[in-house]
């Protein structure tokens, strides 16, 4: 039995790992669309993150804690700063002002040489642990539990039903959608430090557009409705390719069938919450 288990786990760990860090991208979009707002920029928040992590730990030498911190603060301020002028925008022009900043991010990586430019940044430091992604998993799943009920919450679900009802209640709807944002932005960055330490490369090419709608689709997939959702949706989204690996070329197309399927007959996700009647 220790065999097997021992087996299993040298042969699905790095599964394992990509699931939870999917899973914590999954819960920094999710506080945004908690909001009503769409972003795309959450790919270009975990190159920040991973990019600061890694250099922090390579050329600074410093302890992965605070690599990993540093990896989350940047790109919060990173949002904090453009997101006054960007959340004034909403849906579709939302979503293409981010993904527009996600290029301009992935373009700055590509030519700058601390990062290896198109190269990407190899010897990243074997650093993250098993207990690192349960700790920060934890933490997170903690605070979203909190923040349903919390002031802050509410606002967000306030703003997300109807923005100019909450704005003349007195909700400071611009000052909650940038703290989201930015939020959103430091869970992306932990993310990408963590994934950083664990697969000892950076390339800009991982953080563009298409893993920007992957992003987007485990929350929509799992839904949006509780942050269970985008977990269970990122988890089956990274589970899935790898169940499909027997059909070989195909599983792609089968993974795409699956998803249209379900956004079909579950538009509001896998996991919908009813909302209480008054």
């Not at 991973?50 to 410093?62: D, E, I, R």
């Not at 022009?93 to 990407?120: D, K, P, Q």
């Not at 940044?121 to 903690?142: A, C, D, Q, R």
Request: aromatic share 14%; hydrophobic share 55%; net charge positive.
């Amino acid at each position: 039995m220790i065999e097997f288990l021992t087996s299993f786990w040298q042969t699905y760990n790095t599964l394992f790992y990509t699931i939870m860090v999917h899973g914590m991208l999954a819960l920094s979009i999710y506080i945004t669309l908690a909001c009503g707002q769409l972003s795309l920029g959450n790919a270009a928040f975990m190159g920040i993150g991973a990019y600061t992590a890694a250099l922090f730990t390579m050329k600074l030498n410093v302890p992965f804690g605070i690599a990993l911190l540093a990896g989350g603060l940047l790109p919060a301020l990173v949002a904090l700063i453009i997101g006054a002028p960007t959340l004034r925008l909403s849906g579709v022009y939302l979503a293409m002002a981010t993904l527009g900043f996600g290029e301009v991010v992935r373009v700055i990586f590509l030519n700058m040489t601390i990062t290896g430019g198109s190269v990407g940044l190899n010897g990243v430091p074997s650093k993250t642990e098993l207990w690192h992604l349960f700790l920060v998993m934890g933490v997170l799943i903690y605070f979203f539990l909190k923040l349903k009920n919390s002031r802050f919450g509410r606002a967000l679900e306030a703003i997300r039903e109807d923005e100019v009802a909450a704005a003349v209640m007195g909700i400071k709807t611009t000052w909650f959608k940038v703290w989201a944002f930015a939020i959103g932005a430091f869970i992306a960055g932990v993310a990408g430090g963590l994934n950083a330490h664990f697969t000892f490369f950076l390339s800009p090419r991982e953080y563009g557009f298409d893993f920007a709608v992957d992003i987007l689709t485990f929350a929509i997939l799992g839904g949006t409705g509780t942050f269970w959702g985008p977990l269970v949706g990122s988890t089956i989204l990274t589970i899935l390719p790898e169940m499909l690996r027997f059909i070989g070329p195909y599983r792609l197309a089968l993974n795409g069938l699956i998803l249209v399927l379900v956004v079909i007959y579950l538009p509001n996700g896998i996991i919908t919450v009813k909302k209480k009647k008054d």
